[in-house]
């Protein structure tokens, strides 16, 4: 799957729910998710592809499981990124966590968010809060099909374009805590 994607930063998280409202989107998500992020020792699928591997648990409002085993893969970084992602559904945290680590991947961080998510249209806004040691502030991704979208998206919602970035949740951390785990 193909998705163009930015973060929007310094966001009132009930300012842009309202917002939101107002304009007709609909929830569509209220969810937690557990990721599990992980590469080999000499970090190959991130020097290579720009990309990781990802475990992640995701439960909803009533208490629904699914995990799911994604390859991560950022294709473009001109002013938005670009990422393809090979998804497939797995039912065990533990014996996926085992199955990379006998191939010789580690984890590199692991985190958990709260996830509420809004559609308008073909747009998708998804407001992301980390536990406070993976990313302390919460922000809203945006992702769109096609590249139109993303200005459209800014647009309706009135955000400031100084606090779009392209950035990825490695990137805000290294900067947050001047370091990549």
Same mark, same amino acid.
């Given at each position: ?68 085993? &994604? ?66 502030? &919460? ?25 779009? &970035? ?16």
């Amino acid at each position: 799957m193909k998705e163009i994607e930015v973060k929007v930063l310094k966001i009132d998280k009930s300012e842009i729910i309202s917002k939101l409202k107002e304009l007709g989107a609909v929830k569509i998500k209220d969810e937690y998710q557990y990721n599990y992020v992980f590469d080999r020792e000499d970090r190959f699928l991130k020097k290579e592809y720009n990309g990781y591997l990802r475990i992640r648990k995701t439960v909803s409002q009533n208490n629904e499981e699914e995990i799911e085993l &994604t390859l991560k893969r950022n294709i473009s970084n001109s002013e938005f990124r670009e990422n393809i992602e090979n998804n497939l559904m797995i039912n065990n945290v533990e014996e996926g966590i085992k199955i990379l680590e006998a191939l010789g991947y580690k984890m590199i961080h692991k985190g958990e968010k709260k996830r509420d998510s809004y559609k308008y249209e073909s747009i998708m806004f998804e407001i992301d809060t980390w536990d406070k040691d993976t990313y302390p502030y &919460t922000y809203l991704e945006i992702e769109v099909e096609k590249e139109e979208d993303l200005k459209k998206a800014v647009k309706i919602l009135g955000l400031n374009n100084k606090d779009v &970035t392209k950035k990825s949740i490695e990137e805000l951390r290294d900067e947050e805590f001047g370091e990549s785990n």
